[in-house]
């Protein structure tokens, strides 16, 4: 059996490691093979050979074509089988034939020690029918060789930096824009139009478009990219993760290299995800809890290819900066106006110029010339040639200004193409940032100068002010606004390492759908979390001994593993506040569960304390298929449903980062004694948050809910309590050998 990749990152997670291969040599091969060559015009095996061979970088000597049907092509010498190349040191096995023949072509590649595998056919699952078998069979031989493969259906690979293409695709011809950007879509079409930013001055290290990702995935590349010095900045276009594990790694990794990530996630509702699917198979995967992932580690969200094309360029051209105060400078009010508006709707405030920069302006400017920030320059730029880029000068060197926006809000001819070229040129001459807006229809010499110089104009003032507001909200996430100790990890506690073997011996029992109340309750206390005074009885005189041991008033509800929402069994009664009222209580509450499942297991009836001196708050785990146990806090009680107020987070998260999420609550107010109300102890619900999440991370994928509903939060320094909660196993798992 064959073995190639070597790991480049290996994470333990939970008894399983997250695993970023070795992709090295795929990335930078030695020699290629190009499987399925073809003289053919117009054919996709003649534009790859000469995009490699004639386009790139690359030493066409070490170019080897497979065709069994020619001797000879493009003048060199073509082999009938991969067998026949004497040569060792070829890396990349690149194929272009029918699906069919293409599995049993892998283990010859593999047998024949190529350790990647790039395969543009297409007819896999995406075509279903044969296309699926014929996928598995490529699995096993994946799994046979250890061969790694890049595909299948996909137009290849792209390294501008490097000046190698690996692909089909005719595109390719214009790519001559190298830079700071790693491109990585899963869709071939989407990512070609990204790349074709270039005309805008968007310049791209990688373009990765990985098709079906039978066995490489969209995260590998991530990371591969992430590594490499000439990339700043990593655009991605996603329609859903094949291990969302390993994305998770990814953004992580890329949080630690300060290297922003932006992501445009398509198959985002259902329609969509259905689309996706037949596309390339992708599971799209919840989108709130993706959004929850992005936020606690740094991920940037866009909502369109104009987006990530423009949001990533800025990051390339703007690195990371710890402080982004704005000016706005133009020769027109409205822009000006228009743009202030949208920086206030945005939280984005405009810096005050210095009393140095305020007299420069007013020497430099006509008396009528507001001088304030944004910058009106009127139509005093059309007799003063000079005053526009003069002006922009003064503001760059505000020792309280780093970025300058600037509207070009119309074509005026030559005077609209100085003012271009001088921003090219003061660009060329300043650490700061300029940010040019060109706003007319019109693509005109200007434009072109300001894309030539590499400025990268937007095409509206909101597409531009949403991308500064995204560039500084990373640089202050980054920098400041959220600490390290924000986004730690916490590391679960010895007691939440053996409720978790406890709970894991209770899930596993054989039939068990649910934890009940009292169970579940029992759970979180072993995990530090409180709830309330309880004892569980099986007689109406039981329950009244332990009522008056708890102390009136209390609360009766039936106990069932069959019976989850005892609400709507009519199976719970509050505050009981007698003997006589509890024995009634008792026989009814029993009726009513009979009545609402006449086959339900019945375990008891629980007396509990009554708790009313607090805030009812929703506290829970639920287990994403991609991304593995996330945590949720809410408004709870019967307002859960009404008001959806909740935020989430990736399991585990650090009290500090517990925090964080409480804070983005809209009901967050409540808490901190809205309108001179109660203070309640935020604290204390962290601190549960914490240690919740830190019990799920330990558990898995062995709960597939979790829910404390309501858990109170008592007045500060009083700690919370949970009032009721239920545990859901994942049945799922039982039985495939998953491991914590």
Not at 125 to 142: D, N, Y
Not at 360 to 380: F, G, Q
Not at 541 to 549: F, L, N, T
Not at 569 to 577: I, P
Request: glycine share 10%; proline share 4%; aromatic share 6%.
């Amino acid at each position: 059996m064959l073995r190639f990749s070597r790991e480049l990152r290996a994470r333990p997670k939970k008894g399983v490691f997250v695993v970023f291969p070795d992709i090295s040599r795929l990335m930078k091969p030695r020699e290629i093979v190009l499987i399925g060559a073809s003289e053919k015009e117009g054919s996709l095996a003649r534009t790859t050979y000469e995009n490699i061979a004639e386009r790139s970088n690359f030493d066409k000597e070490k170019l080897h074509l497979v065709n069994p049907r020619y001797d000879r092509l493009f003048g060199r010498k073509c082999y009938k089988r991969v067998s026949d190349i004497k040569s060792r040191e070829i890396d990349v096995a690149i194929l272009l034939i029918k699906a069919d023949y293409v599995p049993e072509t892998v283990r010859e590649c593999a047998e024949c020690g190529i350790p990647f595998a790039l395969i543009m056919s297409a007819g896999f699952a995406e075509a279903g029918g044969k296309g699926v078998e014929l996928q598995e069979q490529l699995v096993r031989v994946i799994r046979e060789t250890g061969i790694r493969v890049y595909g299948p259906n996909c137009p290849g690979l792209t390294d501008l930096n490097n000046r190698l293409g690996m692909t089909f695709s005719g595109g390719y011809a214009y790519d001559h824009l190298s830079g700071g950007i790693g491109l990585a879509s899963q869709g071939g079409g989407m990512g070609r139009c990204v790349m074709q930013g270039q005309k805008r001055g968007i310049g791209f290290g990688y373009f990765i478009s990985t098709g079906n990702e039978l066995d490489l995935e969209l995260s590998d590349f991530i990371y591969y990219m992430l590594n490499d010095p000439q990339i700043r900045v990593i655009a991605a276009v996603v329609e859903g993760f094949k291990t969302g594990e390993k994305f998770k790694e990814a953004a992580k990794f890329a949080l630690e290299k300060k290297k922003p990530i932006v992501l445009l996630k398509v198959a985002r509702t259902d329609l969509g995800q259905k689309i996706a699917l037949s596309h390339t198979g992708s599971m799209a995967g919840s989108d709130e809890v993706l959004d929850a992932l992005c936020k606690q580690y740094g991920v940037v969200r866009v909502d369109d290819l104009d987006e990530l094309m423009e949001t990533s360029a800025l990051f390339a051209r703007c690195g990371l900066r710890e402080r982004v105060n704005l000016a706005i400078v133009s020769g027109s009010g409205g822009s000006n106006t228009l743009a202030a508006d949208l920086c206030g709707q945005m939280g984005l405030e405009l810096a005050e110029f210095s009393e140095e920069t305020i007299g420069k302006l007013k020497r430099i400017a006509p008396p009528y010339v507001a001088i304030s920030n944004p910058v009106d320059l009127t139509a005093a730029i059309f007799s003063d040639t000079d005053l526009h880029i003069n002006s922009v000068k003064a503001v760059l060197e505000d020792e309280n200004i780093d970025m300058v926006i600037v509207p070009v809000y119309a074509y005026y001819g030559k005077v609209t193409d100085k003012i271009c070229r001088d921003l090219v040129d003061a660009a060329a001459h300043t650490d700061k940032i300029i940010v040019p807006i060109w706003m007319s229809p019109m693509e005109a010499d200007g434009l072109k100068f300001l894309e030539e110089g590499r400025l990268v104009p937007f095409r509206s003032i909101k597409s531009t002010i949403l991308a500064v507001k995204r560039y500084i909200d990373y640089c202050r996430f980054i920098h400041g606004n959220h600490r390290a100790g924000d986004r730690a990890e916490a590391g679960a506690s010895p007691a939440v390492r053996a409720a978790a073997e406890e709970a894991r011996r209770i899930v596993r029992v054989p039939g068990r759908s649910t934890l009940d109340e009292y169970a579940s309750k029992n759970l979180l206390k072993s995990i530090g979390i409180p709830a309330t005074r309880e004892q569980i009885v099986q007689e109406p005189d039981e329950a009244v001994a332990a009522a008056r041991e708890i102390g009136y008033p209390v609360a009766l509800k039936i106990v069932s593993p069959d019976i989850p929402h005892k609400t709507e069994a009519g199976a719970v009664r509050l505050n009981v506040n007698s003997d006589e009222e509890l024995a009634q209580a008792f026989r009814e509450i029993k009726q009513s569960a009979s009545v609402y499942n006449p086959a339900a297991r019945i375990e008891g009836v629980l007396v509990s304390e009554m708790v009313t001196d607090g805030l009812e708050m929703i506290l829970g785990l639920k287990l994403d298929p991609q991304f593995g146990s996330v945590v949720l806090i809410g408004m709870g009680g019967i307002h859960t449903e009404l008001f959806k107020d909740a935020v989430m987070g990736i399991n585990p998260i650090s009290k500090a980062y517990a925090r964080s999420l409480i804070s983005r609550l809209k009901s967050a107010p409540l808490l901190n004694g809205f309108r001179g109300g109660v203070k309640y102890d935020v604290d204390a619900l962290a601190d549960a948050v914490e240690k919740l999440s830190a019990f799920g991370d330990a558990m898995g994928r062995e709960i597939a809910e979790l829910d404390i509903n309501p858990l109170i939060v008592l007045p500060e320094g009083q700690g919370v309590k949970a009032l009721d909660a239920l545990i859901i196993p994942n049945t799922t798992s039982r039985g495939k050998g998953l491991q914590p």
